[in-house]
Structure formats: C-alpha cells, structure tokens
C-alpha cells in the first residue's frame, strides 16, 4: 500500500511561482508513473504532468507547457512540480497520483490548493 502526502500549495500573484512535493510512503515499486492532476472549479480532472519512476521521462499538458517541470528524488521518494509564470486558470486543485506498472492500484493524495490571484 502506497500512502502521497501533498504540500506547496498557496495563494500567488499572477507570474508567480510555487513549487509542490509530494511525499510517497510505503511499496514503491521502481517501474511506476508518477504525476501531478489538477481539479478546478466546475471542472473535470485534468493531467498536468506525469514522470517515470526509474526512466525520469515527462510529459506535460499542452497548458502548462514551458511554464511547469515535474521531477522525482527517488532516493527521497518525492516528486515535485515547479510551477513558474503562474495564471488566474492555474487555480486548483493538485493532486498527486502513483501508478505501479505492474498493474495494482493507483494511489491518491489528499490535494492541496493552489490559487492565482491577485
């Protein structure tokens, strides 16, 4: 069982920065995906960026390319999302997700709020 705990969310000005961690606790497995989604008001849940486990590939949504960098510490079992020239549509929020290639279950943190506004 895999427990993600979220944090880094806040209240930011447009242009802004801020950058989220979320904290993997429990049987990581090497060959999973990690990534960082986002709910906004009204909304459906969307991908923002995800990252391979062992591979450290990325991928991004179209939205925030250019603008966010999703990396791991796999010795730290964290990943992070650097989220730079933050907009009023970056508002929501984040959630952090794991996924074992494997084929178990996939793994839900509790969210943290992230708000552009100014």
């Known amino acids: 069982q895999v427990q993600l705990v979220e944090s880094g969310g806040g209240l930011v000005q447009p242009g802004g920065s801020l950058r989220l961690s979320c904290v993997a606790s429990?049987?990581?497995?090497?060959?999973?995906?990690m990534g960082w989604y986002r709910r906004a008001p009204g909304k459906q849940r969307e991908s923002v960026a995800t990252i391979t486990r062992f591979e450290g590939s990325t991928n991004y949504a179209d939205s925030v390319k250019g603008r966010f960098t999703i990396s791991r510490d796999n010795a730290k079992n964290t990943v992070y999302l650097q989220m730079n020239s933050l907009k009023p549509e970056d508002t929501a929020v984040y959630y952090c997700n794991y996924v074992p290639y494997s084929g178990g279950a996939s793994t839900w943190g509790q969210g943290t709020q992230v708000t552009v506004s100014s």
């Open positions: 429990g049987n990581i497995f090497s060959f999973s995906l």
